[in-house]
Nanobody, 123 residues
Framework: VQLVESGGGLVQAGGSLRLSCTAS????????MGWFRQAPGKEREFVAA????????YYADSLKGRFTISRDDAKNTVYLLMDSLKPEDTAVYYC?????????????????WGQGTQVTVSS
């Protein structure tokens, strides 16, 4: 399984970005999909997850209301819409996929990871 993120870039504080992650897998709809991020000098942290069915979503408490995860199984793609961006959202954002897990998965349960896409929010 390969995961390829896109959509990162430079944005001003208060702006929005939509990240995409496309998976090269036949059974995309079987996977729980997640987003994580890692800021410079910090550990990787959980951002959001969406169940295999798409019926359930889960967010880091600090990001609720600003970030929205969604998926389009016809396109093998998961999205992360980020609104009201802040400089502290600056990080490399990673897409991840978990084949078999409860929802939401623990970080160690994710089987596959993308290479990441840089998001930089200027003040």
């Amino acid at each position: 399984v390969q995961l390829v993120e896109s959509g990162g870039g430079l944005v001003q504080a208060g702006g929005s970005l939509r990240l995409s992650c496309t998976a090269s897998v036949r059974t995309f709809s079987n996977y729980v999909m997640g987003w994580f991020r890692q800021a410079p000098g910090k550990e990787r942290e959980f951002v959001a997850a969406i169940s295999a069915s798409g019926d359930s979503t889960y967010y880091a408490d600090s990001l609720k209301g600003r970030f929205t995860i969604s998926r389009d199984d016809a396109k093998n793609t998961v999205y992360l819409l980020m609104d009201s961006l802040k400089p502290e959202d600056t990080a490399v954002y990673y897409c991840s996929a978990a084949a078999y897990s409860d929802f939401p998965p623990f970080e160690w349960e994710y089987d596959y990871w993308g290479q990441g896409t840089q998001v930089t929010v200027s003040s």
